[in-house]
């Protein structure tokens, strides 16, 4: 098996007939990386993420998953190979929280086959893992922003993926739970070889959580590296439009950025 995810090649990335948003993309993604995409609102970040999830049509280019074409692949071959956390999954209404999660088995089961207790497991270590287990038979339609989110990141887990892309996963939730969950993704990272892809706004989060970082703006890659690489001055100065010092974490080592008061 080849050591890089994903590698893309000369992608243009968009809506189909509309604009491209990002062209004659290339980045190579390393099999088992926490990989952090950043950038100002509108760069990029999520259309190049919808696009390598397949949710989106390369406009032009190519998206290769473990050196394969992702548009020779089936639905269901995909979705055993990547699991996606998108910001506008929508339950149908009255759906309870277990029978959503359970979508999550859905590549791995032959059509008309049993319910197994490889299903029952997966289901249950993905609702343990995002403490929703007391959550089982709400409807999602009735939870909060920040619950809803962990339900959606539990049914990705139980398609038990090699591959998890996460847009904003943590959007809706407090700090408390922003940080539970960045462990739990760098723990499948790094105790289960997962190759993690992250749209993070926090800065300081993607530091000290992703190994490496992709930075854009316009739609373009400004910088993509460890964080110590692309977590610069310069590279703030050309992504945000911001003046800062880069420290050290006094936790952690990674790189702390500092803004200067305007």
């Known amino acids: 098996m080849s050591d890089t995810a994903f590698d893309i090649r000369g992608l243009s990335a968009g809506y189909p007939h509309g604009r491209a ?47 394969r074409d992702i548009r020779t692949r089936g639905a269901k071959e995909l979705a055993r190979e990547l699991g996606l956390l998108s910001q506008s999954a929508e339950a ?45 038979d709400r409807p999602v339609d009735e939870l909060s922003g920040g619950q809803r989110q962990r339900v959606w990141l539990a049914m990705a887990l139980a398609q038990e993926t090699e591959v998890l892309l996460l847009d904003e996963p943590t959007t809706f939730l407090d700090i408390t739970h922003q940080l539970d969950m960045l462990d739990l993704f760098r723990a499948i990272n790094q105790e289960q070889g997962a190759t993690v892809v992250a749209v993070l706004h926090d800065l300081n989060q993607a530091a000290r959580y992703a190994d490496r970082i992709v930075a854009m703006r316009d739609g373009e890659i400004v ?34 950025i500092v803004p200067r008061r305007r």
């Open 223 to 256: 910088g993509a590296g460890t964080p110590d690489e692309v977590l610069t001055p310069d590279v703030m100065r050309r992504v945000f439009d911001l003046e800062c010092t880069v420290i050290a974490d006094p936790e952690t080592g990674t790189p702390l």
């Open 21 to 67: 948003i990002s062209v004659d993309l290339d980045l190579t993604i390393e099999r088992g990386s926490f990989v952090a995409i950043i950038g100002p609102n509108a760069c990029g970040k999520s259309t190049l993420l919808r696009t390598i999830a397949r949710l989106l049509p390369a406009l032009s280019g190519a998206v290769l998953l473990d050196g």
């Open 92 to 136: 149908p209404d009255g759906m309870r929280v277990a029978d959503l999660i359970a979508r999550g088995r859905y590549p791995h089961r032959r059509p008309f086959s049993a319910w197994s207790a490889d299903d029952e497991q997966a289901v249950r270590n993905a609702m343990e893992r995002t403490s929703v287990v007391d959550l089982a």
